[in-house]
């Protein structure tokens, strides 16, 4: 399956990108990640189903639910 929203994940280091995250979560990114919660959801983020999604947390601070969502979900 084609996501065009999955070329983000390359460019969320951009500040203007993390200022969008910020601003549309009300949530500090920085914050989140070092409480383990998630920026988007205010869920727990400790369980990931894989490196990869670890470490889309530590960009975007979303946890696996959140990062299904706004992703999708890969088969592939
Ligand atoms: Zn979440």
Redesign the pocket.
């Known amino acids: 399956m084609k996501n065009p929203q999955y070329s983000l994940s390359a460019t969320l280091k951009h500040p203007e990108i993390e200022a969008m995250l910020s601003k549309i979560t009300g949530v500090s990114r920085v914050g989140a990640v070092a409480e383990a919660s998630?920026?988007?959801?205010?869920?727990e983020?400790t369980s990931f189903r894989d490196a990869v999604s670890r470490k889309e947390y530590t960009i975007s601070a979303?946890?696996?639910?959140?990062?299904d969502?706004f992703f999708g979900i890969s088969e592939d």
């Open positions: 998630c920026a988007t959801c205010s869920g983020a979303m946890c696996q639910t959140c990062q969502d």
